[in-house]
């Protein structure tokens, strides 16, 4: 299967949506609900069987849908820095000390959170409690076709979704660069799937044992181009993540170069 044939395939599966309505909100804080409070027994803020905090009243949330069952199969949240308040932008900032998430970087930053799917999606033995696992027997190199695979299952590949919708949001408002607390069990996922990622401090125990991370969107889109290039095709809309992404660092490469004080002699522009 090429990579035109598997991104053709994920998107008759699924479907990418904002919820940008209350109802479609709450389909979102119903899903949360059912994941992290019901089946997981997370203490989370929750009423009438919606998870919701004062966090969303700054987010973007979006929704996966799966095509064929028109079930709700996956959401995301987005949470943009607050520039009025950006050392209390995210919830990641609570509950870890790094001081990364604490100094002026952090308007620099957005933070993807209540990422999960339905348990109707999460039902092989070795699916995580949250989001489906990935496993090598999910991609097969094809004989005399080296870097081609085929497709045995969609499911394990439907994150990509999530992460895209995450991506662009924060690639829509000038961010590269994004935080996460997950559950180590699925790091192994992510690198099958060719997600870039650095661990930001030591784990959490908050909720079971988590890790903060932190990912650059362009240092991921390069690594899945070079590592998986059809998960790469799904994950940045075949490129036009990485057209933004790539617009972006390059207002940002001499941040790395120059120092505060020889920065101020430069010229933006040459005419």
Sequence with gaps: MT??????AFARTFEIIEADSDDLRREAFRLRYKVFCAENKIDLPHDKGLEY???DERAVQHLLIHKEKGLVAGTVRTILPDPDRPLFSFPL???CDHPFLHSEKALQLCEISRLCMAREFRQRPDD???LPAFHEQEE???PGAPGLTYL???????PLGLFHAAFKTALAAGTLNCVALMDPMQFRSLRKLGMDYRVLGPRLTVHGRHQPLVMNIKAVLDHMADRNPVCWEVLSDRGKLMRRANELASYEWHDT???????????????
């Design 3 to 8: 990579q035109k044939t598997f991104y053709n």
């Design 53 to 55: 905090d004062a966090y």
């Design 93 to 95: 900032q609570e509950i």
């Design 128 to 130: 995580g409690s949250v």
């Design 140 to 142: 097969h190199g094809m």
């Design 152 to 158: 045995r299952r969609r499911i394990p590949y439907a």
């Design 257 to 271: 170069i120059f120092d505060e004080s020889t920065r101020e002699g430069l010229i933006d522009k040459l005419f």
